[in-house]
T-cell receptor
Framework: GENVEQHPSTLSVQEGDSAVIKCTYS??????FPWYKQELGKRPQLIID?????GEKKDQRIAVTLNKTAKHFSLHITETQPEDSAVYFC????????????FGSGTQLTVLP | GAVVSQHPSWVICKSGTSVKIECRSL??????MFWYRQFPKQSLMLMAT?????????EQGVEKDKFLINHASLTLSTLTVTSAHPEDSSFYIC???????????FGPGTRLLVL
C-alpha cells in the first residue's frame, strides 16, 4: 500500500518567516494530496489540496508544490503568524476522491512571536 | 463547506462498559465515513471505513467485534467501543465524504477516558 513520510516532525520559526513542510509518497499512482491543519484538541481541517495534474497551487499565504517524478510534495507558509501554530498533516490518495487517504506523521509548527 | 458533527465530545466510563459515538454529516450525503483513532502527538490511525448500507472494512489489527461500526443512513455512522478498557482511552475522530464532496471532512472528535 501507500506510504507517506513527513518531515520535519517539529518546526519552529519566527513570526513573519516562511515555513516549509515536506512529504514523500511511495505509490506513483497517487493522484490527490491534501494538507490538514489540526489545532490542539480539535478536528483536522483541510487547508489546501492539489491533484496530480497540477504542479503548484496557491491560496493567499499558503502554497503546495508537487513533484510527481520525485514523488514528493511540500507545504509552504509565508509570513507566518502565531495562529499558524498547529500540527500539519499531509496525505496522499490513490483514487482522487479522498476515499482512501494515507496520512503522514505530522509536523508540529510553532511560530514564535 | 461540508459539516460533520460528532457526539459526545467527551466521555468518561468505567472499565467493562460500552460506549457509543455518533458521527453525522449535516449538509451532505455521506456515502463513505471513516473512523480514526489518534493518540497524543501522533498521526491519525485509520480504524475502519464504512459505506452506507454495507459492512465496515476494518484495518489490519483492529478488532471488529470490539469496535462495532454501523452506517445505517447517508447522514449517520456510529462507533461502539464494547467492553472498554483503559487502553482504549484515546481521541476518536470520524470523517466523511460523499456526493458533491471532494475530500474528507472531519468531525470534532470524541475524547474517551476509560477508568
Amino acid at each position: 500500500g501507500e506510504n507517506v513520510e513527513q518531515h520535519p516532525s517539529t518546526l519552529s520559526v519566527q513570526e513573519g518567516d516562511s515555513a516549509v513542510i515536506k512529504c514523500t509518497y511511495s505509490d506513483s499512482a497517487s493522484n490527490y494530496f491534501p494538507w490538514y491543519k489540526q489545532e490542539l484538541g480539535k478536528r483536522p481541517q483541510l487547508i489546501i489540496d492539489i491533484r496530480s495534474n497540477v504542479g503548484e497551487k496557491k491560496d493567499q499565504r499558503i502554497a503546495v508544490t508537487l513533484n510527481k517524478t520525485a514523488k514528493h510534495f511540500s507545504l509552504h507558509i509565508t509570513e507566518t503568524q502565531p495562529e499558524d501554530s498547529a500540527v500539519y498533516f499531509c496525505a496522499a490518495s490513490l483514487d482522487g476522491s479522498a476515499r482512501q487517504l494515507t496520512f503522514g506523521s505530522g509536523t508540529q509548527l510553532t511560530v514564535l512571536p | 463547506g461540508a459539516v460533520v458533527s460528532q457526539h459526545p465530545s467527551w466521555v468518561i466510563c468505567k472499565s467493562g462498559t460500552s460506549v457509543k459515538i455518533e458521527c453525522r454529516s449535516l449538509d451532505f450525503q455521506a456515502t463513505t465515513m471513516f473512523w480514526y483513532r489518534q493518540f497524543p502527538k501522533q498521526s491519525l490511525m485509520l480504524m475502519a471505513t464504512s459505506n452506507e448500507g454495507s459492512k465496515a472494512t476494518y484495518e489490519q489489527g483492529v478488532e471488529k467485534d470490539k469496535f462495532l461500526i454501523n452506517h445505517a443512513s447517508l447522514t449517520l455512522s456510529t462507533l461502539t467501543v464494547t467492553s472498554a478498557h483503559p487502553e482504549d482511552s484515546s481521541f476518536y475522530i470520524c470523517s466523511a465524504t460523499g456526493t458533491g464532496v471532494q475530500t474528507q471532512y472531519f468531525g470534532p472528535g470524541t475524547r474517551l477516558l476509560v477508568l
